[in-house]
């Protein structure tokens, strides 16, 4: 089979890993332009790109595909490169462009998405986020043949696993290494024929917005102590969930909840130790074990207090 890969951060590349490791064919890697990063914002690649340039795989990097819109020689230039490669089948993953008809059509088995969640819950940009925020108990992984909507594809695999108590990052990588078996899988199986679309249900659909940095900020008023941890856990590693601290900003990076009446007004600093600082949230309290001052390091509690004065009394928010 001729695949074409579409992707750009590195749960992509692991599914593009995987493939490779099979024995496909990569004729073609779509992905994002280089960005600025790090602290000389130089400009980097995506994982997918050096993952594909080591390899010396073709890739395309354009802004759009829209052959009407704000690049389109970008557009035109993409639509010659995948309609010279004579593809078998797209994969796409978490590539940050919209696939208009014309690239949907393309392939002779069209485009297969690995999407991380189990649909049609979390639709959208940030399922791994939304699952963990939301409480829920399990997630997973779906092969979803492409649409013209929004992840609105029939199912194609899916498979579910725990979530756990682990942040997104630690989610992320379970759910990329899933994500690469899973594709595997299904394109052994659309080679022979032998894959059985399903049409998603229209019942428990719901939608995963995109991650706003102005989300990270812990409202100890609003949120009871579990939907705390739930949102410390989720914005790991990005944005970084935080609280304002005698008017200095903090990045809350692990939590528990400690069923405790708080006895104290939401955001109080009840007590400090080596253990964890408790705060009172809304129901319960809420003990932190690793924190980061601005320009810091990311430090376990007791590591934390050694450069930071923290008291009982004190209140957050």
Same mark, same amino acid.
């Not at 994982?47 to 389109?72: E, I």
């Not at 989300?215 to 579990?226: L, M, N, P």
């Given at each position: 089979?001729?695949?074409?890969?579409? !992707?750009?951060?590195?749960?992509?590349?692991?599914?593009?890993?995987? /493939?490779?490791?099979?024995?496909?064919?990569?004729?073609?890697?779509?992905?994002q332009p280089d960005r600025p990063a790090g602290r000389g914002m130089k400009l980097q690649a995506s994982p997918v790109k050096q993952f594909a340039a080591?390899?010396?795989?073709?890739?395309?990097?354009?802004?759009?595909? @829209?052959?009407?819109?704000?690049? +389109?020689?970008?557009?035109?230039?993409?639509?010659?490169?995948?309609?010279?490669?004579?593809?078998?089948?797209?994969?796409?993953?978490?590539?940050?462009?919209?696939? +208009?008809?014309?690239?949907?059509?393309?392939?002779?088995? !069209?485009?297969?998405?690995?999407?991380?969640?189990?649909?049609?819950?979390? @639709?959208?940009?940030?399922?791994?986020?939304?699952?963990?925020?939301?409480?829920?108990?399990?997630?997973?992984?779906? /092969?979803?043949?492409?649409?013209?909507?929004?992840?609105?594809?029939?199912?194609?695999? @899916?498979?579910?696993?725990?979530?756990?108590?682990?942040?997104?990052?630690?989610?992320?990588?379970?759910?990329?290494?899933? !994500?690469?078996?899973?594709?595997?899988?299904?394109?052994?199986?659309?080679?022979?024929?032998?894959?059985?679309?399903?049409?998603?249900?229209?019942?428990?659909?719901?939608?995963?917005?995109?991650?706003?940095?102005?989300?990270?900020?812990?409202?100890?008023?609003?949120?009871?102590?579990?939907?705390?941890?739930?949102?410390?856990?989720? #914005?790991?590693?990005?944005?970084?969930a935080s609280s304002t601290l005698d008017g200095e900003t903090l990045k809350l990076w692990a939590a528990q909840v400690r069923l405790d009446p708080p006895?104290? +007004?939401?955001?109080?600093?009840?007590?400090?130790?080596?253990?964890?600082?408790?705060?009172?949230?809304?129901?319960?309290?809420?003990?932190?074990?690793?924190?980061?001052?601005?320009?810091?390091?990311?430090?376990?509690?007791?590591? #934390?207090?050694?450069?930071?004065?923290?008291? +009982?009394?004190?209140? #957050?928010?």
């Amino acid at each position: 089979m001729r695949i074409a890969f579409a !992707g750009t951060p590195e749960f992509a590349r692991v599914a593009l890993e995987a /493939i490779a490791a099979a024995g496909f064919e990569i004729v073609l890697v779509l992905t994002q332009p280089d960005r600025p990063a790090g602290r000389g914002m130089k400009l980097q690649a995506s994982p997918v790109k050096q993952f594909a340039a080591a390899r010396g795989w073709p890739v395309a990097q354009p802004r759009s595909l @829209r052959l009407d819109g704000k690049y +389109p020689e970008d557009a035109a230039a993409a639509r010659a490169a995948i309609l010279d490669a004579r593809l078998d089948a797209m994969v796409v993953a978490a590539y940050g462009l919209i696939l +208009p008809q014309w690239v949907l059509d393309a392939p002779r088995l !069209g485009c297969l998405n690995i999407h991380a969640s189990l649909l049609p819950r979390w @639709r959208g940009a940030a399922p791994i986020h939304r699952a963990i925020e939301a409480g829920d108990a399990q997630t997973g992984v779906t /092969i979803m043949q492409m649409d013209a909507g929004l992840d609105t594809g029939d199912m194609l695999l @899916r498979e579910s696993l725990a979530i756990g108590d682990g942040s997104t990052a630690q989610l992320h990588d379970r759910l990329a290494g899933l !994500g690469g078996r899973l594709i595997v899988d299904a394109l052994k199986q659309a080679e022979a024929g032998t894959l059985r679309p399903e049409p998603q249900p229209d019942e428990g659909v719901s939608y995963a917005h995109k991650v706003e940095k102005q989300e990270a900020q812990i409202d100890w008023r609003t949120h009871d102590a579990a939907a705390i941890v739930r949102r410390i856990r989720a #914005f790991d590693p990005f944005p970084g969930a935080s609280s304002t601290l005698d008017g200095e900003t903090l990045k809350l990076w692990a939590a528990q909840v400690r069923l405790d009446p708080p006895g104290q +007004p939401p955001g109080t600093v009840l007590a400090v130790g080596p253990a964890g600082v408790a705060v009172a949230a809304r129901d319960a309290v809420v003990v932190l074990t690793e924190l980061q001052r601005p320009g810091g390091k990311r430090l376990a509690v007791a590591d #934390f207090l050694r450069g930071f004065e923290l008291k +009982p009394g004190q209140v #957050f928010g």
